[in-house]
């Protein structure tokens, strides 16, 4: 999920600062080849906390540490994040 002010109590109204389009990726382990869960849309007219779900495709893998790349806002020369988290089970691992 992706977090951000609520219209009503920001400094400007129109929210011009809020992420707009963003990729997440998934890493096995830290150094391992990324796995993309997706590309996505916040949208500052919508609720405060806005849920993605993962690409179908990338379901199936288990994943221990996420990068978030913001790539567009609203039009401002710097995006505000409030709150980024990431929802999940735990993985099970079978041995061979």
Do not use: M, W
């Not at 999920?1 to 890493?27: C, M, Q, W």
């Not at 919508?46 to 849920?51: D, F, L, T």
């Amino acid at each position: 999920s992706v977090d951000h002010i609520a219209s009503s109590i920001a400094h400007t109204p129109n929210l011009t600062s809020a992420p707009k389009e963003f990729r997440a990726y998934g890493f096995a382990e830290e150094g391992s080849e990324p796995i993309l869960l997706g590309t996505f849309v916040y949208d500052r007219n919508g609720p405060q906390v806005q849920n993605f779900p993962v690409d179908e495709n990338a379901r199936d893998h288990a994943i221990s540490v996420a990068r978030i790349e913001f790539l567009s806002n609203y039009g401002n020369s710097y995006t505000c994040v409030y709150r980024v988290r990431v929802h999940g089970s735990p993985a099970s691992i079978r041995s061979s």
